[in-house]
């Protein structure tokens, strides 16, 4: 887990988006107790606050449009 500074207008759902990973995950994750007793509603996170993100981002799935994706 890498450390991710939260910028103003930033909430977890447009990061996890943003940067590919499972926002439920990460709220959860032991490293952000201290963000998360801080700011019960990851919708409300402050310019400044320290987000704990994965180094990696989950491989994305490929999408053709038009065609029949399994």
């Known amino acids: 887990m890498k450390p991710y500074v939260v910028k103003q207008g930033d909430y977890l759902l447009k990061v ?3 940067l590919g990973f499972d926002a439920d995950e990460v709220w959860n994750h032991a490293k952000n107790a201290e963000l ?5 509603d990851p919708g409300m996170l402050r310019a ?3 987000l704990f993100v994965p180094d990696q981002p989950k491989p994305r799935l490929g999408v053709t ?3 029949s994706n399994t």
């Open 65 to 67: 449009l038009k065609q």
């Open 36 to 40: 998360k007793a801080a700011r019960k």
């Open 16 to 18: 996890a988006h943003a």
């Open 48 to 50: 400044g606050d320290v």
